[in-house]
């Protein structure tokens, strides 16, 4: 059966796997992220290859990586932790490099397709990927595909506008980002506490919450209902079957459960919608990034095992 090298470039460490056409990881591993200087990242991805090749038989290379991701040109727009990927023409670079055939999609689009073949997903054509952490992103899947949009900005749901004000000529607003993301769980405990954001992180935030501090309690009911709301203004626009999240904070066990118990206070205030999200955590977690860049290979390359 044909064996793959898989990447997934994260900002602080590159994970990689032999994998083979079903998804099955035959050997992982991972080694620190270069930010700056190409050559070197170029240097340590190419090590990797070599290694594995005296164990395996490649067929190809795919890749998840941050960014707008470009899948046909191979080159990586936008920005991200690492300043040097942005730029270089990935395909050309490691295909010349390499000679295996090479596909690479963006990170959050890869997380999304890995969870479409073989996680929460599965069986589905029309899915949400939301990714909760320092900001909000996510993907769009449309019957069974990426969509990208015409601006590579499909699927950042974090730039969407939930708390607006116009008055005399004059906006303020906030993003999803600014209310539902872990950072922004951290700034309402912090300003509400009265404590520098620095003393803070998500996990702190939660554990004062349960242990019944008052302040903290009002920032995490305040961050799932910024979530529910974002969720609920999905759901109109896109109408996908169901809306999967990511995310560190996703594995706290009751994070469906809060999330769906703001949903049904906006359906109560809105009688008019009577669709409610199907919502479920994303299954894959770490690998997902690893099996969606697989899955996004196969499917480019026409190589996609029957289902």
Not at 17 to 44: C, I, T, W
Not at 110 to 135: I, Q, S, Y
Request: proline share 4%; net charge negative.
């Amino acid at each position: 059966m044909p064996q793959y090298i898989v990447f997934d470039v994260g900002g602080t460490y590159v994970k990689y796997a032999v994998m083979n056409r079903q998804g099955d990881f035959l050997e992982k591993g991972s080694y620190p992220s270069e930010r700056h200087d190409f050559a070197k990242f170029k240097a340590d991805l190419l090590a990797v290859v070599r290694q594995v090749r005296t164990n395996y038989s490649i067929q190809g290379m795919a890749m998840s990586c941050p960014g707008g991701v470009d899948s046909e040109s191979g080159i990586i727009g936008g920005s991200s932790a690492l300043p040097c990927i942005h730029g270089p023409n990935f395909k050309e670079v490691f295909g010349g490099e390499t000679g295996l055939p090479i596909e690479l999609e963006n990170d959050a689009n890869c997380a999304a397709l890995g969870e479409l073949w073989k996680g929460a997903a599965k069986h589905h054509r029309d899915v949400a990927f939301v990714v909760v952490g320092t900001g909000i992103g996510g993907a769009v899947v449309k019957d069974g595909r990426i969509h990208k949009g015409a601006h590579l900005h499909g699927g950042e749901f974090g730039y969407m506008l939930m708390a607006v004000c116009y008055e005399d000529g004059t906006v303020k607003g906030k993003t999803w980002s600014e209310l539902g993301a872990t950072s922004a769980l951290v700034r309402m405990a912090a300003a509400d506490m009265g404590v520098p954001e620095g003393e803070l992180n998500g996990e702190k935030v939660f554990a004062l919450a349960d242990e019944g501090n008052a302040a903290a309690q009002k920032a995490v009911d305040r961050f799932y209902f910024s979530l529910a709301h974002g969720i609920f203004n999905l759901q109109y626009a896109y109408d996908p079957e169901k809306i999967v999240l990511g995310g560190a904070v996703s594995n706290r066990p009751d994070f469906i459960e809060q999330i769906e118990r703001r949903l049904s206070l906006l359906l109560a205030a809105v009688p008019f919608a009577k669709v409610k999200p199907v919502i479920e955590k994303c299954h894959f977690k770490n690998d997902a990034n690893l099996l969606g860049a697989l899955y996004h290979y196969l499917q480019r390359r026409g190589e996609l095992p029957p289902a």
